[in-house]
């Protein structure tokens, strides 16, 4: 008998040194969340239901949010240990704590440069032109990887001022602060002095989109552009002919997406 109350004893003994250690290694942790990808661990010191919560962080942050900015409400535990996991979920929240999906503006300027030959008709000339280029863009990403917009500019060439109207699609194959950015864009654009006149564009770009907030980023892009319109050029030094020429261009942008 007393050899079965000494074992109860010990496994009672085992049971307690066992929750210990799981009560020390881990904590409990209300987790926030939010729409637009923003994760908030902390206590949740006031809630009004259906209405709006009051989160305060480990450093004593309290931060209020209204229920429809938010995705969900957890409670998870979280290691005090050295483990992989909470470097894995460092890692998730760094990837997710910027913008996921909305509404956006792109602000961009940069500088196009003639490369190649312009062909007007039967005849073919070098291309001397440059142009300073500006753009607002609106449109909406679905996600971290793809969005869509219509972009409207200005384009002021050596000859002629020219307005863009172009359709933009953005794919980024990363998630988190930095990732590359494929752009393409194609569409019209219109001759400042008469819109009647206009030609073909198509500009493809290669760059990085870099996060300096959980909702801005500053963009920096390289390509190479079609261009399509008419002016007059000088062949061979001797003669002016006139109709609608085909440029091409090396291009250099910065921006920002808000």
Known sequence: MKIITFHYSLLTLFVLLLFCSVSYSQTIEEVVYLKNGSIIRGIIIEQVPNQSIKIQTKDRNVFFFKYDEIEKIT?????????????????????????????????????????GKVKLNNYYT????????????????????FS??????????????????????RLNPFKGEITPSLILNAGKAFNINELSDNGAIFHVQLGVKTFISKNTAFLFNVGYKW????????????????????YKFATARIGFCF
């Open 126 to 145: 070098n291309n001397g032109d440059r142009a300073f280029a500006f753009r607002w863009t609106n449109g909406y990403q679905f996600n971290q990887h």
């Open 148 to 169: 869509m917009g219509l972009g409207l500019g200005m384009d002021v060439y050596q000859k002629t001022n020219l307005i863009p109207i172009m359709a933009d699609v």
């Open 227 to 246: 261009q399509e319109y008419y002016t007059i050029l000088l062949i061979n030094y001797i003669r002016y002919i006139e109709g609608r020429a085909y």
């Open 75 to 115: 409670k998870e535990f979280v290691s005090t240990n050295n483990t992989d996991n909470p470097t894995q979920t460092t890692q998730k929240e760094k990837e997710n704590k910027y913008k996921k999906s909305g509404y956006t503006s792109i602000l961009e300027a940069g500088y196009s440069y003639g490369v």
